[in-house]
């Protein structure tokens, strides 16, 4: 089994990992974020790319998702797991707190960057659930257990479920943007989730988002306005129940897959198998070879 971690804003690197080496990686997208970290977390073989690159030198709007997933479906990833910082659209879901949200709410002008489809060949994905149900489940077991168990998180909460609106930035909301958005009872809104679901979806890898919750975006009144600064704090204090969760989370995954994730591309292939270029075909043969003959 081969698992996938992508760090988010403050995780750069993923402590424990063992015989850590880099790989450097080419995809017909274009390079990948930063060089993989391939390593071992107990005996499960682990895969980690920082979202941002090391040194945090990549926009949510610059990134490169297709090179990212591409990269990890090349390596043989089954799973990822994608740890991000988000902003709070409820009251009762703190900074600090941890959010595993099940649905997103699209608010991007990027949809061509967000599929591997296209010149060529056509695929429609099912994407109702978008986010792995298998995955979340062990994930939610698990950090909850951390927080309940674990005097330095007293007080943190767990959410499982909700909504994540996924904007691009780089600004962050403006206040009436963050009212509409409660208005219609979202949870959290991040910038780079969205497309990393969407993806590993169309590669048939399991995905699952742990969100940590650093601010209130900008509605909540009483609340400091959301800087770089207090999100990069509140992600810091977070650091160590990431890895927490990454490190119980990876110990007890089992190699089974019973979700349907596997095989999301059986019936979303629209082209005839003899009608798709042979340059398409060539390049995303890691992500629908199987279904082209």
Request: glycine content about 10%.
């Given at each position: 089994?081969?698992?996938?971690?992508?760090?988010?804003?403050?995780?750069?690197?993923?402590?424990?990992?063992?015989?850590?080496?880099?790989?450097?990686?080419e995809t017909p997208f274009g390079e990948p974020s930063d060089a993989y970290t391939r390593?071992?977390?107990?005996?499960?073989?682990?895969?980690?790319?920082?979202?941002?690159?090391?040194?945090?030198?990549?926009?949510?709007?610059?990134?490169?998702?297709?090179?990212?997933?591409?990269?990890?479906?090349?390596?043989?990833?089954?799973?990822?797991?994608?740890?991000?910082?988000?902003?709070?659209?409820?009251?009762?879901?703190?900074?600090?707190?941890?959010?595993?949200?099940?649905?997103?709410?699209?608010?991007?002008?990027?949809?061509?960057?967000?599929?591997?489809?296209?010149?060529?060949?056509?695929?429609?994905?099912?994407?109702?659930?978008?986010?792995?149900?298998?995955?979340?489940?062990?994930?939610?077991?698990?950090?909850?257990?951390?927080?309940?168990?674990?005097?330095?998180?007293?007080?943190?909460?767990?959410?499982?479920?909700?909504?994540?609106?996924?904007?691009?930035?780089?600004?962050?909301?403006?206040?009436?943007?963050?009212?509409?958005?409660?208005?219609?009872?979202?949870?959290?809104?991040?910038?780079?989730s969205l497309a990393e679901a969407k993806l590993c979806r169309e590669a048939e890898i399991?995905?699952?988002?742990?969100?940590?919750?650093?601010?209130?975006?900008?509605?909540?009144?009483?609340?400091?306005?959301?800087?770089?600064?207090?999100?990069?704090?509140?992600?810091?204090?977070?650091?160590?129940?990431?890895?927490?969760?990454?490190?119980?989370?990876?110990?007890?995954?089992?190699?089974?897959?019973?979700?349907?994730?596997?095989?999301?591309?059986?019936?979303?292939?629209?082209?005839?198998?003899?009608?798709?270029?042979?340059?398409?075909?060539?390049?995303?043969?890691?992500?629908?070879?199987?279904?082209?003959?």
């Amino acid at each position: 089994m081969k698992l996938g971690i992508i760090g988010g804003t403050g995780l750069y690197d993923l402590a424990g990992l063992r015989d850590a080496e880099p790989i450097h990686m080419e995809t017909p997208f274009g390079e990948p974020s930063d060089a993989y970290t391939r390593g071992r977390l107990g005996s499960v073989e682990v895969y980690f790319l920082p979202r941002h690159a090391h040194g945090h030198r990549i926009l949510p709007s610059e990134l490169n998702h297709r090179a990212n997933i591409f990269g990890f479906k090349k390596l043989g990833v089954e799973r990822i797991i994608g740890i991000s910082a988000v902003g709070s659209l409820r009251e009762d879901l703190r900074p600090r707190d941890v959010c595993l949200p099940d649905q997103y709410f699209d608010r991007t002008k990027r949809s061509t960057d967000h599929t591997f489809f296209g010149r060529g060949l056509i695929a429609h994905i099912a994407f109702a659930e978008p986010v792995c149900p298998d995955l979340r489940r062990h994930l939610h077991a698990v950090t909850q257990e951390i927080v309940s168990g674990d005097p330095r998180h007293q007080g943190q909460r767990v959410q499982n479920g909700g909504t994540y609106v996924n904007m691009e930035g780089p600004a962050f909301s403006t206040k009436s943007e963050s009212l509409y958005y409660r208005r219609h009872g979202f949870d959290v809104i991040g910038m780079t989730s969205l497309a990393e679901a969407k993806l590993c979806r169309e590669a048939e890898i399991c995905y699952a988002p742990v969100c940590m919750v650093t601010d209130y975006d900008c509605w909540h009144e009483s609340e400091e306005t959301v800087t770089a600064d207090l999100v990069l704090a509140n992600l810091k204090a977070n650091a160590g129940l990431a890895g927490e969760i990454l490190r119980r989370a990876t110990a007890r995954l089992t190699k089974d897959r019973p979700c349907s994730c596997g095989n999301a591309l059986e019936n979303a292939v629209i082209t005839q198998a003899e009608q798709v270029p042979e340059e398409t075909r060539r390049n995303l043969a890691p992500i629908a070879g199987k279904y082209l003959g």
